[in-house]
């Protein structure tokens, strides 16, 4: 097993964040997979969004992760919140790491993406109905795709990354 630890979750859960603290625990290196593509393509994602669609985005992520194989190790990776719908990615994953589902409910994740411009995928005239339509698919998806789940509503960051530190060197 590579000795990376991959977050996972939906938009707003906290993966970014939390990987930043975990990876500064762990003495890792941290990588976020929508920066990688942004440093790699030199275009913001909404760019890539608008200007190619989700498709060509997806196909990014999997040619990112397919690298990061190769080439990270003692790494906290941050993923794009769609990267593990596609059934290649979800098992690219767990060649990559230790897989942890960030599992925040769909109240939290309105509070907190409330106004936020830089996810295409939430623009539209029903934010929450279209998180609500979201989550419903994809929270099976990430249960599916993870070792393990951590519930992320009601605890700060040094929480989160005690469990995950804990849970990660059973
Ligand atoms: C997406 C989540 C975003 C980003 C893109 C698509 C998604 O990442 O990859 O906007 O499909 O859930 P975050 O989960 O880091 O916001």
Do not use: W
């Amino acid at each position: 097993m590579k000795d990376n630890i991959i977050l996972i979750g939906f938009m707003g859960c906290g993966k970014t964040t939390v990987g930043k603290q975990l990876a500064k625990r762990l003495g890792y290196q941290f990588l976020d997979t929508d920066q990688y593509i942004e440093d790699k393509s030199k275009m913001k994602i909404s760019h890539i969004f608008a200007e190619y669609g989700e498709e060509y985005f997806r196909a990014l992520e999997t040619a990112a992760v397919k690298k990061l194989i190769e080439t990270t190790h003692k790494t906290v990776i941050s993923s794009g919140g769609g990267l593990p719908l596609r059934e290649e990615n979800a098992r690219l994953l767990q060649e990559l790491g230790q897989v942890f589902f960030l599992n925040v409910s769909k109240e939290e994740v309105y509070r907190r993406l409330k106004g936020d411009t830089t996810r295409p995928l939430l623009r539209g005239k029903n934010p929450e109905e279209k998180i609500d339509q979201m989550m419903k698919y994809r929270v099976p998806i990430y249960k599916n795709a993870a070792e393990y789940e951590i519930n992320v509503d009601k605890k700060n960051v040094e929480e989160l990354v005690n469990e995950i530190e804990l849970v990660s060197k059973m």
